[in-house]
């Protein structure tokens, strides 16, 4: 036993501990301000995405193209790089969340705007031919139903979000990978570590997975 | 004097309406005058739901002018004879007056039969929640329906759906119903449920825009029955003369197909 433990690197990891710690938290930080900023970026992309004006929405499809087109770790580069040559010299932490939100919710206002229209066309004209406005119907009939539909795909694409916040460690912020990254450069014990770090990325993943499904069965329920 | 009382409750004029290259209404022109119970028959493709979802301008007429107990419905026309389109505010205002019955429900899934049929009268009304509640119950008692408040529409048969829906139209007490082969998707034992519903409602002084291809019942039921056939008028008038004296070949076809006599 002692010596599958030893195997494992069980004592060396133990020691490294409070790295990893202050890494996870940096790590659970960026996910979470990320997910915040992305769910509302693709909610404010989305109704103006929708709204059938050329001189919106083509801008905004080609602002969603672009960022779900190139490397993430590309865009974080040219926020962290290309801000302070426009006199924003932001945080590497905000740079890196920023970036994250600005791919992330561009793939969620496509999740969004599948989910409205997934509801059919009888829906409205049923909302339409009460009196009510395109507005009212909108909030009143297809979004609570829309939600509903996009819940699934909201949660695979906030599962991609946490394993992406890995990549803006390529800009210096100390979160769990780079914090792994570090760890092994002194060691050299490279196998444990890693294995250690996937699982507290499953840790965190699979978590997060539960409570949407929690949110998702409790929406539901109300409904 | 224009009061609104000689008016009657629908005018169309010269209404024409194309979808792409394919011209659905030709110069559609007639009245319903309030109370009375209009039937419109009429082949497959004819254009009679178009002409039906014009009278609430879910869909838009290319030409011609429509009145709602005399107020131009959608569109403007100006003097110089070109039109302006209404906002959407006064579009909706305009549909509060104008209920109308799907053949697919077009319930809301997500919300019980009591919200179903709250939920407009509260939000675009801004009628009290506790009023509309009681209301909501006594439309349903009139539909039979009293025990399903709060089921979900899923949970009920079709012909319940349906008198579901019509119970949410009435619910913003509009001055027309309009009806759109309302028992279609009907098993057949559920048809007479709904029939049973609207006639009700014919008796009770409502005034209706039925189209059906229940013959029997829309003689029964109807004051004045029109048959439309590639988007125009063929013939109109007593349900019972149009049905058994047919005048044009095009309505001794279509009748062929239900061979039978309407008494
Ligand atoms: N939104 C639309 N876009 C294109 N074509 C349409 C549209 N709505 C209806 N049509 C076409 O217009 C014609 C008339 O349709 P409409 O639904 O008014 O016929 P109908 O008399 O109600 O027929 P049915 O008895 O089958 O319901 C049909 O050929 C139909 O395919
Ligand atoms: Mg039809």
Same mark, same amino acid.
């Given at each position: 036993?002692?010596?599958?433990?030893?195997?494992f690197?069980?004592?060396?990891i133990?020691s490294?501990?409070?790295?990893?710690?202050?890494g996870f938290?940096?790590?659970?930080?960026?996910?979470g301000?990320?997910?915040?900023?992305a769910?509302?970026?693709?909610?404010?992309l989305?109704?103006?995405?929708?709204?059938?004006?050329?001189?919106?929405?083509?801008?905004?499809?080609?602002?969603i193209?672009?960022v779900r087109? =190139?490397?993430l770790?590309?865009q974080?580069?040219?926020f962290y790089f290309g801000?302070?040559l426009?006199?924003l010299p932001l945080?590497?932490f905000v740079?890196g969340?920023i970036a994250i939100a600005s791919?992330h919710g561009?793939?969620?206002?496509e999740i969004?705007?599948?989910?409205?229209?997934?509801?059919s066309?009888?829906?409205?004209?049923?909302a339409?031919?009460?009196?009510?406005t395109r507005?009212k119907?909108?909030?009143?009939v297809i979004l609570p139903?829309a939600?509903?539909?996009v819940v699934?795909p909201?949660g695979?694409?906030l599962?991609i979000l946490i394993?992406? =916040?890995?990549?803006?460690?390529?800009?210096g912020?100390?979160?769990?990978t780079?914090s792994?990254k570090?760890v092994?450069e002194?060691?050299?014990a490279?196998?444990?570590?890693f294995?250690f770090?996937a699982?507290?990325?499953l840790l965190l993943? =699979? =978590?997060?997975?539960?409570?949407?499904?929690?949110?998702e069965n409790s929406?539901r329920?109300?409904? | 004097?224009?009061t609104s009382?000689?008016m009657? +409750?629908?005018?169309?004029r010269?209404?024409?309406k194309?979808?792409g !290259?394919?011209?659905v209404? !030709?110069?559609?022109s007639f009245?319903?005058?309030?109370?009375? @119970?209009?039937a419109?028959?009429?082949?497959s493709?004819s254009g009679k739901?178009?002409?039906?979802r014009?009278?609430?301008?879910?869909?838009?007429h290319?030409?011609g002018?429509?009145f709602i107990?005399g107020?131009?419905l959608?569109?403007?026309?100006l003097?110089?004879?070109?039109r302006v389109?209404?906002?959407?505010?006064?579009?909706a205002?305009?549909?509060?007056d104008?209920?109308? @019955?799907?053949?697919?429900?077009n319930l809301?899934?997500?919300r019980?039969?009591?919200?179903?049929i709250?939920?407009?009268? @509260?939000s675009v009304?801004g009628? !009290?929640?506790a009023?509309?509640n009681d209301?909501?119950?006594?439309?349903l008692?009139?539909v039979?329906?009293?025990e399903?408040?709060?089921?979900?529409?899923?949970?009920l048969s079709?012909?319940?759906?349906q008198?579901?829906?019509i119970?949410?139209?009435l619910a913003m007490?509009?001055?027309v +119903?309009l009806?759109d082969? @309302?028992?279609?998707a009907?098993?057949?034992?559920?048809?007479?449920e709904v029939?049973?519903?609207m006639?009700q409602?014919?008796?009770?002084?409502?005034?209706?825009?039925?189209?059906?291809?229940? +013959?029997q019942?829309a003689?029964?039921v109807?004051?004045?029955l029109?048959?439309i056939d590639r988007?125009?008028?063929l013939?109109?008038?007593n349900?019972?003369e149009v049905?058994n004296m047919?005048?044009s070949a095009?309505l001794k076809?279509?009748l062929h197909?239900?061979?039978?006599?309407?008494?």
């Amino acid at each position: 036993m002692d010596a599958i433990l030893d195997f494992f690197g069980f004592a060396f990891i133990q020691s490294q501990l409070p790295r990893f710690w202050d890494g996870f938290r940096l790590t659970l930080a960026i996910s979470g301000a990320s997910m915040i900023g992305a769910v509302m970026w693709g909610l404010a992309l989305v109704g103006p995405r929708m709204s059938g004006l050329p001189v919106v929405v083509v801008p905004i499809v080609a602002y969603i193209e672009l960022v779900r087109n =190139t490397p993430l770790l590309l865009q974080i580069y040219l926020f962290y790089f290309g801000l302070p040559l426009l006199g924003l010299p932001l945080s590497a932490f905000v740079c890196g969340v920023i970036a994250i939100a600005s791919q992330h919710g561009a793939f969620l206002c496509e999740i969004y705007r599948a989910g409205i229209q997934s509801i059919s066309r009888q829906q409205w004209e049923g909302a339409l031919a009460l009196g009510m406005t395109r507005r009212k119907a909108m909030r009143q009939v297809i979004l609570p139903q829309a939600v509903l539909k996009v819940v699934p795909p909201i949660g695979n694409q906030l599962v991609i979000l946490i394993k992406d =916040t890995s990549l803006v460690s390529a800009i210096g912020i100390i979160e769990l990978t780079l914090s792994g990254k570090m760890v092994i450069e002194r060691s050299g014990a490279s196998f444990e570590v890693f294995l250690f770090i996937a699982a507290a990325y499953l840790l965190l993943t =699979t =978590t997060f997975g539960v409570v949407l499904r929690i949110a998702e069965n409790s929406l539901r329920a109300r409904q | 004097m224009n009061t609104s009382a000689d008016m009657p +409750m629908i005018r169309v004029r010269e209404v024409y309406k194309s979808f792409g !290259d394919l011209k659905v209404l !030709d110069g559609m022109s007639f009245d319903v005058s309030r109370g009375e @119970v209009l039937a419109i028959i009429g082949p497959s493709g004819s254009g009679k739901s178009t002409m039906l979802r014009c009278l609430n301008f879910l869909e838009e007429h290319d030409a011609g002018e429509i009145f709602i107990e005399g107020e131009p419905l959608g569109y403007r026309v100006l003097d110089d004879g070109s039109r302006v389109r209404e906002s959407e505010a006064v579009i909706a205002r305009m549909r509060c007056d104008v209920g109308m @019955v799907f053949q697919s429900f077009n319930l809301f899934p997500h919300r019980n039969v009591r919200q179903n049929i709250t939920m407009a009268p @509260v939000s675009v009304k801004g009628v !009290d929640k506790a009023e509309a509640n009681d209301r909501a119950e006594a439309l349903l008692e009139k539909v039979g329906l009293a025990e399903k408040a709060d089921e979900y529409p899923s949970r009920l048969s079709g012909g319940q759906q349906q008198r579901v829906a019509i119970a949410r139209a009435l619910a913003m007490e509009p001055k027309v +119903m309009l009806f759109d082969e @309302v028992t279609s998707a009907l098993d057949p034992e559920l048809v007479g449920e709904v029939l049973t519903v609207m006639q009700q409602l014919a008796e009770e002084g409502m005034t209706m825009v039925i189209v059906t291809h229940e +013959m029997q019942f829309a003689h029964d039921v109807s004051d004045r029955l029109m048959f439309i056939d590639r988007g125009k008028v063929l013939e109109e008038g007593n349900p019972a003369e149009v049905l058994n004296m047919p005048k044009s070949a095009r309505l001794k076809d279509f009748l062929h197909r239900f061979s039978a006599s309407f008494s």
